[in-house]
């Protein structure tokens, strides 16, 4: 596991108490503060609405992976649902990296690190009208997924579609999470223990809820076109990995036939990085090893890129709980 966790520097905190450097704590209206303290209005356009956009990077050994490119989304999103952007760019740098040290400091662990904006509560309604920006962590969570690096990932396409790009597009990180929270529930009432793979419209794969997938056939790997998925910042860098392994990457539609004959099946996702597929819709992977060569060669330079050891820091925790699939990367 990760070691040499920065210490908390307190006075940087709201409050100084013992219960801070117990509870976690998070960034809202200026100040970082535990997270007990974080109360927004039941009024917030996030709530009411759904209306509101949020990403979340994670750290290796402390540090955070990628933020700038994780920031740059957010504001693509909040573009996108045409809201301003309460700090400036370098500020909500400046913030993430400060509420990441802290926590990774409390939890003595690596851990998500989420940006969440929305336009707070409209004076229209009997709010105050001033944008509701929290930047918060959460553990990893390595005993629960810890599994799947051991035995891989089972998935199953429900009967819910990805909501498609001319309604929604897909590539805006929003808050309102129903089309995968359906789809989850269906799977976990016919299939408990896999993970939703969304289809589209037109029957091809699409993504999970915070995950990109992708099929190894030879040395060439296919991934549903950006135009129907979240583009993950994750599955850029995958893409970047394995050019460097001289390996072909297409983007291309994916039917459940053409994912039936490949050789291996893996999923990118912000806390997974890179993690074998066992089956879908029951279907092996034609390697039959977990992980396949391909994946196991990316999972690699990943653990390379990032300075830890991706699977090992998984593995640390296996048998320890259950698995649970949840439905955010």
């Known amino acids: 596991m990760a070691s040499g966790f920065p210490m908390i520097d307190n006075h940087r905190l709201a409050s100084q108490s013992t219960a801070v450097q117990t509870e976690r704590v998070a ?24 209306e509101g956009v949020y990403d979340t990077a994670r750290t290796f050994g402390g540090r955070i992976f990628k933020l700038r490119e994780h920031l740059d ?6 573009r996108y649902l ?18 990441a040290r802290c926590n990774v400091a409390i939890c003595k662990q690596d851990v998500w690190v989420t940006q969440r904006v929305s336009p707070g509560a409209p004076r229209e309604f009997g709010g105050d009208g001033i944008p509701t920006l929290i930047v918060e962590c959460l553990p990893l969570p390595f005993a629960i997924r810890s599994q799947y690096f051991k035995t891989g990932i089972s998935l199953q396409t429900p009967s819910v579609r990805r909501t498609p790009p001319w309604s929604l597009s897909p590539q805006a990180k929003t808050v309102n999470y129903l089309n995968f929270i359906l789809a989850g529930r269906e799977i976990a009432a016919t299939r408990p223990g896999a993970w939703p793979i969304l289809l589209n419209e037109h029957g091809n794969l699409t993504e999970g809820g915070g995950a990109n997938i992708f099929f190894v056939h030879g040395n060439t790997l296919s991934t549903p076109q950006t135009q129907y998925v979240l583009p993950g910042i994750t599955r850029a860098t995958v893409i970047e990995l394995a ?7 297409a983007e291309q539609d994916i039917g459940i036939f053409e994912a039936s004959q490949a050789d291996e099946i893996f999923l990118t996702a912000t806390s997974l990085c890179v993690c074998p597929v066992a089956d879908i819709n029951g279907y092996t992977p034609a390697s039959n090893q977990i992980p396949g060569p391909v994946t196991g060669q990316l999972q690699q330079a990943f653990s390379a890129l990032v300075g830890i050891d991706i699977v090992g820091q998984y593995l640390d925790y296996v048998g320890t709980v259950s698995p649970t699939p949840p439905f955010t990367g």
Do not use: C, N
């Not at 989304?73 to 909040?78: D, I, Q």
């Not at 045409?82 to 509420?99: K, M, N, T």
């Open 82 to 99: 045409r809201i301003e952007p309460p700090v400036s760019f370098q500020e909500l740098e400046e913030i993430s990296d400060e509420v």
């Open 243 to 249: 050019t460097t392994l001289k390996l072909t990457v």
């Open 73 to 78: 989304r957010l504001w693509r999103s909040m």
């Open 27 to 50: 960034y809202y209206r200026g100040k970082i503060i535990p997270e007990s303290q974080v109360l927004i209005s039941f009024r917030d356009s996030a709530a009411i609405h759904g």
